[in-house]
């Protein structure tokens, strides 16, 4: 009898483990947070979020669980993806405070934009993502879209090479040009522009709106360099089925030239790096991409602890 009742006893207290258990600890793309990281994880960031929370035990997040972790995967490095386990008691606060009724509930986190044009001390601060509950249906497209399009967006379309002398005129910050196939905007470069937001303008032309310079252009006269350059990629580019990044350094008459076709976040991130030789704030090679990745590794709670 009291064999079995020991028995019993152990046996809720497993099954009590399994249901308290967190889903996504140590998932490469998918960060758990808890109320110590949640607000320097989605408010301090000029990302957008989208969080899912859950509870273990809830049917409806258990068919959820297979979904996030591909919409984490597909959206790595374009719209951050995390998730709060609303049944531990520590995170019981944080879900009340974000008036979680029911699980599961996606919230999407949304930055407020920047406003490049000001002087750094007065751009907004952080603490102030704009929150929305996610309504549409559970599965991988719908999510994925409505993510991504709540994403900020600091490209800027270019539709005419000769506007390029006013551009660069405008501003002191260096610009990045993506020569794109595709006429729509590629999320991955919508998140490089945030990543590196401040220290390079970002534009896109598509490659079929790529056309030969007028001759009597500003551009031959102030950037002799960068004129005699794109004169020259007109021709390849123009309809092109590859897409290009480069970047312009108007202030020096220079510009430098992404060798690799398919824009994967790191090897731009190196290239941006070595070109000029500023450091992202965001994203591979920044320092935040470092705290991210602790959280995700799990190695950011061991730390936690420690401290205790
Ligand atoms: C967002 O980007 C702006 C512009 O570079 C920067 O001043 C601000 O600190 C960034 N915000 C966060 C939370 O990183």
Not at 57 to 65: D, M, N, S, T
Not at 80 to 100: E, G
Not at 142 to 161: A, E, G, H, Q
Request: aromatic share 10%; charged share 25%.
């Amino acid at each position: 009898m009291r064999i079995l009742k020991l028995l019993i006893a152990a046996i809720i207290q497993v099954s009590n483990l399994v249901w308290a258990q967190n889903f996504y600890d140590e998932h490469p793309h998918l960060m758990e947070l808890t109320p110590k990281n949640f607000d320097k994880v989605i408010h301090g960031t000029n990302y957008t979020s989208v969080v899912e929370f859950y509870a273990p035990w809830c049917g409806y997040c258990q068919q959820l669980k297979p979904i996030m972790k591909k919409v984490a995967k597909n959206l790595d490095g374009i719209v951050q993806v995390a998730s709060v386990n609303c049944d531990l008691p520590k995170n019981k606060q944080l879900c009340a405070q974000n008036r979680i009724q029911g699980f599961p509930t996606l919230m999407v986190y949304r930055p407020p934009r920047v406003d490049l044009s000001k002087p750094y001390s007065e751009r907004v601060k952080l603490g102030n993502h704009a929150s929305e509950v996610y309504k549409g249906e559970r599965k991988l497209a719908p999510i994925i879209d409505f993510t991504v399009s709540r994403m900020k967006n600091y490209v800027r379309r270019l539709l005419n090479l000769n506007k390029l002398s006013e551009m660069f005129g405008k501003s002191t910050r260096p610009s990045m040009i993506l020569f794109s196939k595709k006429e729509k905007l590629s999320p991955i470069y919508k998140s490089i522009a945030v990543d590196w937001l401040g220290s390079y303008n970002c534009f896109m032309i598509p490659n079929n709106k790529v056309a030969p310079l007028s001759s009597d252009d500003n551009l031959a006269k102030f950037y002799p360099n960068i004129y005699g350059f794109l004169q020259g990629l007109v021709e390849k580019q123009k309809n092109s089925e590859k897409s290009l990044l480069v970047v312009f350094d108007p202030h020096n008459d220079q510009y430098y030239v992404f060798q690799d076709s398919p824009l994967v976040k790191a090897q731009v991130s190196k290239f941006l790096k070595e070109s000029l030789g500023y450091n992202p704030q965001e994203g591979p090679g920044s320092r935040r991409q470092q705290f991210v990745d602790a959280i995700k590794s799990g190695k950011a709670k061991k730390v936690e602890h420690d401290e205790l």
